[in-house]
């Protein structure tokens, strides 16, 4: 097998900073405008990673902002379901905590809407990175949500990349392209490209190579975000897998055969806890890679974004029990 071997990551905590919002699932399918009926949960790139790593026995640091709503106390109330640290997560009384919309389907990804502008989240800023207490961090998981979420939080991003750097700790990166949140197509492609350049691991999806930098295999992928200075790259391959690849070799990994697609949304986040959680365990990415496959799709098989993120024996049972892609 060619050396995909990621050097620099050092046992220690996962530092995230994104935001959290409420979430309402569609009941029954058809037009947003139409359902009548939504299940209310938690929802956030960043806040699902934390969970993911957080059942698997790692012990993620959360920060966050929220407004004094009933929203803000689910997500809170969320957070100590899971066993998450709320101490970094500020209350901000003048702005309120955003939600979304999503819409339920039988095939393809669903429909989601947001309310999010203004929000206390997009209120992140390049102080609330100086306030952070870096001690015992060793991993900065960074998404590409939280920089279009307002000119403070872009701020924000660079400042955590910076002092993470400046720390040696290792930054992962994941796209997680929002095109609605942005301004444009090319600030979007420019400012995710340049945060991807600064990262130790970029973990984009094949659409978002194809967005990022027109490429469109796993490997002109993989190639496009080492050139554009990653040390390491896994790109997700969907249903069929994943490309784990380094300066020095790549290596395809299989995914998980599943019987039928409850929901698509939240699965990239399960990858991304699968990937670190294996990494800060000593694997290599490879093996990482088949890890961030596995919980890519348990999450396919749940319609909340995070509730079916598994604990190390449900991992290990879903393993065992299902094939691998041909
Ligand atoms: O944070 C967002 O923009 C979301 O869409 C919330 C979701 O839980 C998350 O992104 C899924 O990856």
């Known amino acids: 097998m060619a050396d995909v071997t990621v050097s620099g990551i050092r046992p220690g905590r996962v530092l995230l900073v994104g935001e959290a919002m409420a979430l309402f699932g569609a009941c029954e399918e058809g037009d947003l405008s139409e359902v009548r009926n939504f299940a209310a949960s938690t929802a956030g790139a960043e806040l699902n990673v934390a969970v993911g790593l957080k059942r698997l026995g790692q012990e993620p640091v959360y920060m966050t902002r929220l407004g004094c709503d009933p929203f803000a106390d689910r997500i809170l109330g969320f957070m100590r379901a899971n066993g998450l640290d709320s101490?970094?997560?500020?209350r901000d009384g003048s702005r309120p905590t955003g939600f979304m919309l999503k819409s339920r389907v039988s095939h393809g990804d669903p429909t989601t809407f947001y309310r999010r502008?203004?929000?206390?989240?997009?209120?992140?800023?390049p102080a609330d990175v100086q306030a952070l207490d870096w001690r015992g961090i060793s991993v900065l998981h960074l998404t590409g949500i939280l920089p279009p979420l307002s000119e403070t939080a872009l701020e924000a991003s660079y400042a955590l990349v910076k002092a993470a750097r400046e720390r040696g700790v290792f930054v992962s990166f994941d796209p997680n392209l929002r095109p609605a949140?942005?301004?444009?197509?090319?600030?979007?492609?420019?400012?995710?490209?340049?945060?991807?350049?600064?990262?130790?691991?970029?973990l984009p999806g094949l659409a978002e190579g194809?967005?990022?930098?027109?490429?469109?295999?796993?490997?002109?992928?993989?190639?496009?975000?080492?050139?554009?200075?990653?040390?390491?790259?896994?790109?997700?391959?969907?249903?069929r897998g994943a490309l784990a690849a380094t300066g020095s070799g790549s290596c395809y990994v299989p995914g998980f055969v599943v019987d039928r697609v409850v929901d698509t949304v939240g699965c990239g986040d399960g990858f991304a806890a699968g990937v670190l959680s294996a990494l800060l365990e000593g694997q290599d990415l490879a093996s990482a890679a088949v890890r961030g496959c596995a919980l890519g799709a348990i999450q396919t098989q749940h319609e909340s974004d995070n509730e079916g993120l598994p604990t190390p024996s449900e991992l290990k049972a879903f393993t065992v029990s299902h094939p691998r892609a041909a």
């Open 181 to 202: 949140l942005w301004p444009d197509a090319d600030t979007m492609r420019d400012t995710l490209r340049e945060l991807a350049a600064q990262a130790d691991l970029v």
């Open 210 to 239: 194809r967005e990022l930098f027109g490429a469109e295999t796993p490997e002109t992928v993989a190639q496009a975000f080492l050139d554009n200075g990653a040390r390491a790259v896994v790109v997700k391959d969907g249903p």
């Open 87 to 90: 101490s970094l997560v500020v």
């Open 117 to 125: 502008a203004g929000s206390a989240a997009s209120a992140i800023s």
